[in-house]
């Protein structure tokens, strides 16, 4: 059972299910409860002391007193509220003492041992419109102990609409240990315009090493169409952790396919390998003829780390029905180019399949030692078990001693992708 009023429930005791009924109360607290000592000890400091008329002189009619005018501009029993929203139209006194409160607000958030204080402080100072507070709630959102003053820090940056704040917002989001701190700053983030907040979100996900963090910052940016200034933050996340991936991935093919194209054109010419393999990975998703025609690009470049090139292999073989298999076909088997040959061999050995196993097994006998060298190559992209005993017979002809590196290189690999495979199997059935 919660109780609003339960200080076990404010110390993080009380189940989850409890902490929004016990934050609901603390809000309440704020003008009635737990912090009115304190916000009276405040005022006491700030609020000149009343004065009584000096006593008639004996024989004379005390003056009458006169009525009570209002309370100057700012004083905190005008508007109800503990801190004045602006300096403006204050007298110099009266300014005075604002400010003397607001910075008592920011050192009771930053050093009073009770987190109730330090909470009170932290909504206090969330209606105080002065831009003075926002590091110390800043401060408090990254480092405070206790959640409750974290989760209110952010809110109350939120209600200053201080810019600042959304970067350290979108990182309690992704990372604080508290899933309520963590609510928290999701509905502090939304309080903020979008077209305010956008460019801070970017520069949080452009600066995070922590993919948690990126992870909200990339939702907060796809949430709505994609624009030219958010596209940037798209083509990056190509590059993502996995589950970031998959928000990009998704994101990437919404868009208009004109538009689509052109980003994946620039991711797989970015200089970040990560961005050109999940290019690449996206284009085998969109799979159409284009597509496929830009992945054969990247896998055939002179020059292309292996982690790309691996992912063109796979999304080739995923994509063989939109390649012209039979063309490589007949170019493997009777262009009278030798490169022409040679890349048709690989591209063969890449795509897999029955037909182009019977290509490559006859090129690994052909007259020439370069066709044969590229067959043995393709047989390890093709990774088929059946071609091991034609690769330990040319391992034995001398005539293949200039390829024989490759021969016994290719058979390794082949025989322990064979091991791995019973070993899972045999581990399976366990």
């Given at each position: 059972?919660?109780?609003?009023?339960?200080?076990?429930?404010?110390?993080?005791?009380?189940?989850?299910?409890?902490?929004?009924?016990?934050?609901?109360g603390?809000?309440?607290?704020?003008?009635?409860?737990?912090?009115l000592?304190?916000?009276?000890?405040v005022?006491?400091?700030?609020?000149?002391?009343?004065?009584?008329?000096?006593?008639?002189?004996?024989?004379?009619?005390a003056t009458?007193?006169?009525p009570?005018?209002q309370?100057?501009?700012g004083?905190?029993?005008?508007?109800?509220?503990?801190?004045?929203?602006?300096?403006?139209?204050?007298?110099?006194?009266?300014?005075?003492?604002?400010?003397a409160?607001?910075q008592?607000l920011?050192?009771?958030?930053?050093?009073?041992?009770?987190?109730?204080?330090?909470?009170?402080?932290a909504?206090l100072?969330?209606?105080?419109?002065?831009?003075?507070?926002?590091?110390?709630?800043?401060?408090?959102?990254?480092?405070?102990?206790?959640?409750?003053?974290?989760?209110?820090?952010?809110?109350?940056?939120?209600n200053?609409?201080?810019?600042?704040?959304?970067?350290?917002?979108?990182?309690?989001?992704?990372?604080?240990?508290?899933?309520?701190v963590?609510?928290?700053?999701?509905?502090a983030?939304?309080?903020?315009?979008?077209?305010?907040?956008?460019?801070?979100?970017?520069?949080?996900?452009?600066?995070?090493?922590?993919?948690?963090?990126?992870?909200?910052?990339?939702?907060?940016?796809?949430?709505?169409?994609?624009?030219?200034?958010?596209?940037?933050?798209?083509?990056?996340?190509?590059?993502?952790?996995?589950?970031?991936?998959?928000?990009?991935?998704?994101?990437?093919?919404?868009?208009?396919?004109?538009?689509?194209?052109?980003?994946?054109?620039?991711?797989i010419?970015?200089?970040?390998?990560?961005?050109?393999?999940?290019a690449?990975?996206?284009?085998?998703?969109?799979?159409?003829?284009?597509?496929?025609?830009?992945?054969?690009?990247v896998?055939?470049?002179?020059?292309?780390?292996?982690?790309?090139?691996?992912?063109?292999?796979?999304?080739l073989?995923?994509?063989?029905?939109?390649l012209?298999?039979?063309q490589?076909?007949?170019?493997?088997?009777?262009?009278?180019?030798?490169?022409?040959?040679?890349?048709?061999?690989?591209?063969?050995?890449?795509?897999?399949?029955?037909?182009?196993?019977?290509?490559?097994?006859?090129?690994s006998?052909?007259?020439?030692?370069?066709?044969r060298g590229?067959?043995?190559l393709?047989?390890?992209?093709?990774?088929s078990?059946?071609?091991?005993?034609?690769?330990?017979?040319?391992?034995?002809?001398?005539?293949?001693?200039?390829?024989?590196?490759?021969?016994?290189?290719?058979?390794?690999?082949?025989?322990?992708?064979?091991?791995?495979?019973?070993?899972?199997?045999?581990?399976g059935?366990?």
């Open positions: 059972m919660c109780y609003a009023n339960d200080d076990m429930a404010l110390l993080g005791s009380p189940p989850r299910s409890c902490v929004k009924q016990a934050t609901a603390l809000v309440v607290a704020v003008g009635f409860g737990l912090a000592g304190f916000t009276e000890s005022l006491a400091q700030t609020t000149p002391p009343k004065t009584s008329a000096p006593a008639a002189p004996p024989g004379k009619a009458p007193e006169k009570p005018t309370p100057p501009p004083d905190p029993e005008r508007d109800g509220e503990a801190v004045p929203r602006s300096n403006e139209s204050l007298t110099p006194v009266a300014r005075a003492d604002r400010d409160y607001v008592r920011i050192d009771a958030l930053s050093h009073d041992d009770a987190f109730k204080v330090r909470l009170q402080a909504v100072l969330g209606r105080s419109n002065d831009e003075r507070a926002a590091p110390a709630l800043i401060s408090a959102l990254a480092s405070d102990a206790h959640y409750t003053v974290r989760a209110a820090s952010a809110t109350a940056l939120a200053l609409n201080e810019q600042r704040g959304i970067a350290h917002i979108v990182k309690a989001q992704g990372v604080d240990r508290e899933a309520f963590r609510e928290e700053a999701e509905r983030l939304a309080k903020f315009e979008r077209v305010e907040a956008l460019p801070s979100v970017v520069a949080a996900y452009n600066g995070a090493e922590d993919s948690r963090v990126r992870k909200v910052a990339l939702a907060y940016v796809v949430a709505q169409p994609i624009t030219p200034e958010t596209e940037p933050v798209l083509e990056r996340a190509l590059g993502e952790t996995p589950e970031n991936f998959d928000i990009t991935k998704g994101a990437v093919l919404k868009l208009e396919p004109a538009r689509m194209m052109a980003l994946l054109q620039r991711g010419d970015h200089h970040d390998a990560a961005v050109r393999r999940g690449v990975n996206v284009l085998r998703g969109v799979n159409n003829e284009e597509a496929a025609r830009l992945v054969l690009g896998y055939e470049r002179d020059i292309e780390v292996e982690e790309v090139r691996a992912a063109a292999r796979e999304s073989r995923a994509m063989r029905s939109l012209p298999i039979q490589f076909v007949k170019e493997a088997q009777s262009s009278s180019e030798r490169y022409a040959r040679a890349r048709a061999i690989k591209l063969l050995g890449v795509v897999g399949g029955d037909e182009a196993e019977k290509v490559l097994l006859a090129a006998h052909d007259d020439e030692i370069y066709i590229s067959a043995v393709a047989m390890q992209y093709l990774g078990q059946s071609v091991i005993p034609t690769l330990e017979k040319l391992a034995s002809d001398p005539d293949n001693a200039r390829i024989l590196l490759q021969i016994r290189s290719v058979l390794k690999h082949l025989k322990d992708a064979r091991v791995a495979q019973t070993g899972a199997s045999g581990g059935a366990q």
